[in-house]
């Protein structure tokens, strides 16, 4: 059993930076690649960004690309997701996932599921 909590989810201005945590308790963390899923308004859970259990690779959105950084701090059992240069269309409730594979990017291919911190961006 894996228990994830995301934060840092905020109202924020378009183009300005957030950083989200999710912090894991548990089973061991680096046994599990590590994801982000983002649900907009209206639309379905999208694939944002995944790292793989020793951090060394990752794999992101195109919508994501050149401004979302993903990272994880093994030691201290958190992944992060850093976001610059955000759009309103990055306005999402934003998921934490914990899988067993490399670098799943379906939302089917994780077992567990963080709550979900909403970030909304404003123009």
């Not at 308004?41 to 790292?51: D, Q």
């Not at 979302?68 to 059992?77: G, L, M």
């Amino acid at each position: 059993q894996v228990q994830l909590v995301e934060s840092g989810g905020a109202l924020v201005q378009a183009g300005g930076s957030l950083r989200l945590s999710c912090a894991a308790s548990g089973r061991t963390f680096s046994n599990y690649a590590m994801a982000w899923f983002r649900q907009g308004p209206r639309k379905e859970r999208e694939f944002v960004a995944v790292i793989s259990r020793g951090g060394s690779m990752t794999s992101y959105g195109h919508s994501v690309t050149g401004r979302f950084t993903i990272s994880r701090d093994n030691a201290k059992n958190t992944m992060y997701l850093q976001m610059n240069s955000l759009k309103s269309e990055d306005t999402a409730v934003y998921y934490c996932a914990a899988g067993s594979e490399i670098l799943p990017v379906e939302p089917y291919q994780y077992h567990y599921w963080g709550q979900g911190t909403q970030v909304t961006v404003s123009s």
